[in-house]
Nanobody, 125 residues
Framework: QVQMVESGGGLVQAGGSLRLTCAAS????????AAWFRQAPGKEREFVAA????????KYADSVKGRFTISRDNAERTHDLQMNNLKPEDTAVYYC??????????????????WGQGTQVTVSS
């Protein structure tokens, strides 16, 4: 079973930046798509960004486009989310995910099989 571990969350002021990192325990996860989702209190988990196994294909939610960047390092079995110009509405628990079935970037959480435990991101106004 692949384990995913996030790091890098925290408290930041609006306009600031954070970088989240997700590390996979096994190499299998590096051959498939990876993504970040988030869940705010009282809301459903929503898509943030996804990246294909090669790193060439990426997708972003409209709300983060131009501010967030997803990347991956298959040799290190990691994928990161660089978050710039953060807004209070970005406050949520962020979850990393990896697929065991699809290789291209996907926005549907049902395409992902391995999930991290979540890391809190809080943006103050």
């Amino acid at each position: 079973q692949v384990q995913m571990v996030e790091s890098g969350g925290g408290l930041v002021q609006a306009g600031g930046s954070l970088r989240l990192t997700c590390a996979a325990s096994e190499g299998t996860a590096s051959t498939y798509a990876a993504a970040w989702f988030r869940q705010a209190p009282g809301k459903e988990r929503e898509f943030v960004a996804a990246i294909s196994w090669s790193g060439v294909d990426t997708k972003y939610a409209d709300s983060v486009k131009g501010r967030f960047t997803i990347s991956r390092d298959n040799a290190e079995r990691t994928h990161d989310l660089q978050m710039n110009n953060l807004k209070p509405e970005d406050t949520a628990v962020y979850y990393c995910a990896a697929s065991s079935r699809v290789t291209y970037a996907r926005t549907n959480l049902r395409d992902y099989d391995y999930w991290g435990q979540g890391t809190q991101v809080t943006v103050s106004s």
